[in-house]
């Protein structure tokens, strides 16, 4: 069976919203106040939490590795806390998923977001039980963009792991689909969709809408 696999963060849903508003509860414990923004740091948010406090800490000069690996749990508590105040799915991404499962695919989920997050957060928005996997950062011993979660996702949906397809929304896509020999389909309407190009992925998408067309095309 053909199956498309999804990246979460930034590609499904925006939940770039919660994402700075634990980090930012990180920098206030530290005294900084609120240091990211939704206008400048959405892009980053989607990078996932170390980046954050790295991106914060380099904005007000007080970059320290140490200071990230003791403040990540302390984010991850926080985001688990409020996981689904602001995140919202993107328009037509649930639409595109029956549309997809209609036409026999498998379908799926493959993040770097811990799984234990993941499922919470997509239970909370009553998804879930769309997808016939998931697959998150420490499901496995390895995560993206080593191709073994990729392959694992699409198994774990009835799939074939060498007819599958990437849909996400960064460069860590990117390199998994090349890495796994698959084709990858970039998402153009997250914070960082005008870079996707650059990455030259072997389909575009501006809407989820063209997902199944796109699909059929690349994994006949």
Request: glycine share 10%; hydrophobic share 45%; with cysteine.
């Amino acid at each position: 069976m053909r199956t498309v696999i999804f990246d979460l963060d930034g590609t499904l849903a925006d939940t770039s919203g919660d994402l700075l508003a634990a980090a930012n509860a990180c920098f206030r414990q530290m005294g900084l106040g609120d240091v990211l923004t939704p206008a400048e740091d959405a892009a980053v948010a989607l990078r996932g939490g170390r980046m954050m406090l790295t991106a914060g800490l380099k904005r007000v000069g007080q970059f320290d590795p140490a200071v990230v690996d003791e403040f990540y749990p302390v984010l991850l508590e926080a985001y688990r806390d409020a996981i689904d105040h602001h995140t919202v799915m993107y328009p037509g991404a649930m639409e595109a998923v029956e549309a997809l499962k209609s036409a026999g695919y498998g379908v799926g989920i493959c993040t770097n977001k811990p799984e234990a997050l993941a499922e919470q957060l997509m239970q909370s928005l009553g998804v879930r039980d769309a997808f016939a996997s998931l697959i998150g950062a420490d499901t496995l011993p390895v995560r993206k963009p080593d191709p073994e979660p990729l392959f694992e996702a699409a198994r774990r949906a009835g799939g074939d792991p060498a007819r599958t397809l990437l849909v996400g929304d960064s460069d860590t896509d990117r390199n998994t689909s090349a890495a796994a020999g698959v084709p990858s389909v970039l998402v153009t309407f997250g914070p960082s969709g005008a870079d996707m190009a650059a990455l030259k992925p072997e389909a575009l998408i501006d809407r989820f809408e063209d997902l199944l067309e796109v699909a059929d095309r690349l994994i006949a």
